[in-house]
């Protein structure tokens, strides 16, 4: 497995993620993926599935403390006290005395951004959190979570496929000594009839998911692939052994759009930094 390292923090390169993934399949995919390599397993509150994620961790048969977990507070718990009971219920949920990220999930302007930072430092320094982070934020407040909190920020998790340019975030990230984590990778499934992506897939003999986790991997940014198939599973580990030229990173780098962002929930979503 390959790592990415941001603020001393070591994280698995590819993840799996739980987004949308029923309880039944959650368990049986988090159970499946950790008993054949990954060792990333990514979930959230609203999800809705961290006891079936927790279940299918304890099937694996892997020890704890080689899975690095991820969950996420809903923005509904920002206050302080709803925080660390939220915190709780999770932990409880996915059966470990701690998890190795804590996100804060989307902004949240009704709760001032130093008690939810306050908050993720509080249970981090009890020991129930390894590391925090943030999730959707733009880059003026990942700025302000970093001079807010005394333990580093690790990670933005944001959407990031070929048809969104992500470039002030990353900018932003690798100046706070952050990571960024990609969501959403296959654009809700635009990416595979993509002539551009089908052709760099077909000269490696590889799957255009793979392609694009390769390409997302390839700068850096961890990657979070998502399927409820065994097999599909297996393919999306297989990234690790091609590389990308510099042309075909940049051929994919141009699909970029300015509509292409797909997630940006009215009520969450912040605004959105513009690309140069």
């Given at each position: ?71 996420k ?23 470990t ?20 930072i306050?908050a ?7 020991g ?88 997302i ?37 141009a ?22």
């Amino acid at each position: 497995m390959t790592f990415t390292s941001a603020n001393g923090v070591s994280i698995p390169a590819l993840g799996f993620g739980t987004f949308r993934v029923p309880g039944p399949d959650a368990e049986r995919m988090v159970s499946h993926v950790l008993a054949s390599g990954y060792r990333h397993i990514d979930t959230a509150q609203i999800y809705g599935n961290e006891a079936d994620v927790g279940e299918g961790i304890r099937r694996s048969g892997v020890a704890r403390s080689d899975i690095f977990l991820t969950t996420k507070v809903w923005v509904e718990n920002y206050r302080h006290d709803a925080f660390l009971a939220s915190v709780d219920e999770s932990l409880g949920k996915l059966k470990t005395d701690y998890v190795d990220l804590l996100l804060l999930h989307w902004p949240n302007e009704a709760v001032p951004l130093a008690e939810q930072i306050g908050a993720l430092n509080e249970v981090a320094k009890a020991g129930k959190v390894r590391h925090i982070g943030v999730s959707n934020f733009n880059t003026d407040l990942m700025r302000q979570a970093v001079a807010l909190s005394s333990q580093p920020i690790v990670t933005n998790q944001v959407e990031y496929h070929p048809y969104i340019d992500q470039t002030p975030v990353l900018r932003a990230a690798k100046q706070l000594d952050m990571s960024v984590t990609a969501y959403y990778a296959m654009a809700d499934g635009k990416v595979f009839d993509d002539a551009v992506l089908t052709a760099i897939a077909a000269r490696h003999g590889k799957s255009v998911a793979q392609v694009v986790l390769r390409w997302i991997v390839q700068q850096g940014v961890i990657a979070l692939s998502k399927t409820v198939s065994e097999n599909r599973a297996k393919e999306n580990a297989a990234v690790f052994d091609f590389e990308l030229s510099p042309e075909e990173m940049a051929a994919i780098h141009a699909l970029a759009r300015p509509d292409g962002r797909i997630v940006s929930p009215e009520g969450l979503a912040p605004v959105w930094d513009r690309v140069a």
